[in-house]
């Protein structure tokens, strides 16, 4: 093979007449090539950190402002020290090996240094105390207070030039603890509408109980954590509820994003693989120099870091690798590691095309045991723990392993075509999205930070948008590379232990895939242009429309989750917000009623939507509920000591748990001018087996998509059901404005 030849740098024969080198001078200039372009990187990984740690300040800052103290000593004739070099030198020998300039220009610098670094931590400081001011949240969209505004000139006058994507993180503060009292009065408050009197009572009772007694003492310990921690909740999140998990991942944690609905730029497999992939490596490079753009208002970065090179392993925890040179590529069941760069730099488009087309070209069959070998990352931790430790410790399963794992990412190259399909789209959306949340359920690598999907027609998932082009027969731009090294197809050696493990996951996961009950459906009746002329909140005005769907759908109401985001805090991830207010209710009820008039359901919206927002804002400004108890909770068992309220809160079933999708790149797409470049967003599975899981994206003005699962196995629930719930809900409560049939389609 091509490859292995390339592989070899040198060979050597011994003869009678002594040693014959052959030194191969492609392979040691590739070497030389890829040592250059691991050193570029790490100089720039360097040089990053370091504008980073001075942030807002910069070495040109320094310079300035060394030159500029130096030029006004020597000007006025002013000892920069003060004497204090000159009593340093009574007890040190410093005079005697230093001329008197020499002394002026060391005491300048110094003193200057230390002007800088004092300049550098004032400013850091204000940034902070800017940045922990959330009073722009109160303002209502499309206008600003003079308050916000006054605020957005210091952020960016304190902000420094040219800030980088990590350069805000050590200026952001720290996730506020609230108070146990304030979290009892919210939690109470937010299951009042779900209790009857006597179950409500009981509660309250609880609550008051671990107010009083055991809540204080957990609180000290959590006090404490935060004072010392950068944020009290993310690491023990991370290790708790992402990695100590040992149910199945797929369906259960992942999520998925689609392609664009109507946008086909080629039909070719291979090339619409070769373009996502430079794109995605494009944008790790991006995220490598940290030249990824910092939002208006600063946002925690840490999560981009494990973006790329990042897999989970059984064992509970998170392998990340700081560089990547290849990827990961499935196909019929075999596994190819491809590189991504070739004398010295990034392979073209064209190049990744070619590399994808000699895997589609090639019919080797699968080794043993190697064709559903993902299964194992679909199944239950456990198995593929063991399994990982008894079987891929040591030679070619260890080697192939390790090349999936420290992959920058994984790409299945799939054998079956998805799209939307405008003669049949319920049933073409519905496959679309189940194929792109577990496939096969051994065709993804789920332990990767993602997995990007290539469909036989080319349809993909979602992936970072570059107009990288095609050419007229829908190949990628440029030219082929005639001397390129092919892929390298892995070698496993799978014993029929292992398989035996491989076929009870993939048992497991295919129970699991099987059972999920997905619809995905456009609502293009209206849409956030038409939810603004109500001067409602788009977020709020569907929120309400699911607690209205699901009050129709199962005739009572239920605990709701949202997700909402803590990203204002250093290390901030995510908190809920409790949908299934008072107040909401209180409107859903008077929607039952015939006899209630339009005019009091106005009302009751309206305040419902102002409860929402006001949730939303304390959610994201630390004054969540869920993430407190949560800590609380954690902390009560390190010291051994149980609660009943914690418990029982704590298992408390969220039977709706929904999430708006940011619709990011806005800028790359103008939905008015551009309809056809519209995406239906992710989705993810259901969190309770007798619940629904509902995604929503908002698309342009007039477009809203709704993604919604449960489980077939439940006799409770039913997507399809529940989507024209959410469709008929969302008509009736615009039906209160009562706009004209133009307006509402």
């Known amino acids: 093979m091509a490859e292995a030849h390339q592989a070899v740098a040198f060979q050597f024969t011994v003869t009678p007449d002594g040693i014959d080198l052959q030194l191969c001078h492609e392979a040691l200039r590739q070497i030389y090539l890829s040592g250059l372009h691991s050193w570029k990187k790490r100089f720039t990984r360097f040089k990053n950190g370091v504008m980073t740690g ?247 970065s840490a999560q981009w870091e494990r973006m ?70 679909a199944g239950d931790r456990v198995p593929w723990a063991k399994a990982r430790e008894m079987f891929f410790r040591k030679g070619k399963n260890k080697q192939s392993l390790d090349a999936v794992e420290k992959a920058a990412f994984f790409v299945t190259l799939d054998d079956t075509e998805q799209r939307y399909e405008p003669d049949n789209p319920v049933q073409s959306l519905d496959n679309y999205a189940k194929s792109l949340l577990h496939g096969k359920c ?52 799978i014993p029929e232990e292992c398989q035996s493990v491989i076929t009870s996951s993939l048992e497991v996961a295919k129970a699991l895939a099987d059972d999920v009950d997905s619809h995905i459906f456009p609502f293009n009746n209206f849409g956030k242009g038409l939810i603004k002329k109500c001067k409602t909140s788009p977020d709020a005005f569907i929120q309400i429309a699911l607690q209205l769907a699901h009050f129709r759908d199962k005739g009572r109401f239920c605990l ?47 305040v419902a939507t102002e409860k929402h927002q006001m949730l939303y804002r304390m959610a994201m400004t630390g004054k969540g509920i869920d993430r407190h108890l949560f800590c609380l909770y954690v902390v009560s068992k390190y010291l051994g000591v149980d609660s009943p309220f914690l418990k029982e809160v704590l298992s408390e079933p969220w039977k709706l748990s929904t999430s708006q999708t940011p619709l990011q790149q806005v800028e790359l797409f103008d939905l008015r001018k551009h309809p056809e470049y519209v995406t239906s967003g992710g989705g993810f599975g259901p969190v309770a087996d007798d619940g629904y899981g509902v995604s929503y994206i908002i698309l342009g003005e007039d477009l809203i998509n709704f993604h919604i699962s449960s489980k077939h196995s439940s006799h409770e629930t039913d997507s399809h059901r529940f989507g024209s719930h959410i469709r008929q809900a969302m008509l009736d409560i615009m039906d209160l404005f009562h706009f004209n049939e133009n307006a509402i389609k």
């Not at 990695?243 to 998925?256: K, T």
């Not at 290849?326 to 990744?352: A, N, Q």
């Not at 190697?370 to 299964?375: G, I, T, V, Y």
Request: charged share 25%; net charge positive.
């Open 442 to 493: 051994y065709d993804r690598w789920f332990d990767k930070s993602f997995n990007l999907i290539v469909f036989k027609n080319g349809t993909m998932e979602y992936t970072i948008y570059v107009d990288l082009g095609y050419t007229e027969d829908g190949h990628c731009k440029g030219k082929v590379h005639p001397n390129l090294p092919g892929p390298l197809r892995l070698q496993w050696d």
């Open 54 to 300: 001075v942030y807002p300040g910069s070495p040109s800052g320094l310079l300035v402002v060394v030159v500029g103290y130096m030029s006004y000593t020597k000007y006025s004739k002013i000892d920069p020290t003060l004497g204090l070099l000159t009593k340093l030198g009574t007890h040190v020998p410093v005079s005697r090996y230093i001329t008197t300039d020499g002394q002026r220009a060391v005491g300048g610098i110094l003193v200057a240094t230390g002007l800088w670094v004092t300049i550098i931590f004032i400013m850091r400081n204000v940034l902070k105390r800017l940045l922990s001011w959330h009073g722009w949240m109160n303002n209502r969209h499309g206008s600003m207070s003079l308050s916000t505004k006054i605020w957005l000139v210091l952020v960016k006058l304190f902000s420094g030039r040219k800030p980088m994507l990590y350069s805000f993180q050590t200026s952001l503060p720290h996730l506020p603890v609230p108070s146990v009292k304030d979290t009892m009065k919210r939690y109470l408050e937010s299951v009042r509408p779900l209790m009857d009197d006597e179950q409500y009572n009981r509660m309250e009772g609880l609550a008051k109980d671990f107010e009083k007694n055991l809540g204080p003492k957990l609180q000290w310990y959590l006090k404490l954590k935060s004072w010392w921690t950068s944020n009290y909740v993310t690491d023990w999140w991370e290790e708790y509820v992402y990695l100590r998990g040992r149910g199945p991942i797929m369906v259960n944690s992942n999520y998925y994003a689609m392609d664009f609905l109507y946008v086909f730029p080629t039909h070719l497999q291979a090339a619409r693989a070769g373009n996502s992939i430079h794109a995605l490596m494009l944008y790790r490079r991006n995220l490598d120099r940290a030249q990824i753009k910092p939002n208006r208002v600063p946002l925690c």
């Open 560 to 606: 709701t989750y949202e997700a909402s985001m803590t990203r204002l805090f250093r290390e901030g991830r995510t908190e809920t917000v409790r949908s299934c207010t008072v107040e909401t209710c209180d409107f859903v009820h008077a929607m039952m009623d015939g006899k209630r008039r339009r005019e009091e359901k106005l009302r009751l919206l309206h």
């Open 308 to 377: 790329f090179n990042t897999s989970r392993l059984p064992e509970d925890v998170i392998q990340h690798v700081n560089e990547s040179k290849h990827i990961m590529v499935y196909h019929r069941g075999r596994y190819f590691k491809v590189w991504m760069f070739y004398d010295g730099r990034l392979m073209l488009p064209r190049e990744i095309e070619q590399q994808m087309e000699r895997i589609l070209a090639d019919k080797s069959e699968p080794l043993p045991g190697e064709e559903k070998l993902a299964a194992l990352t």
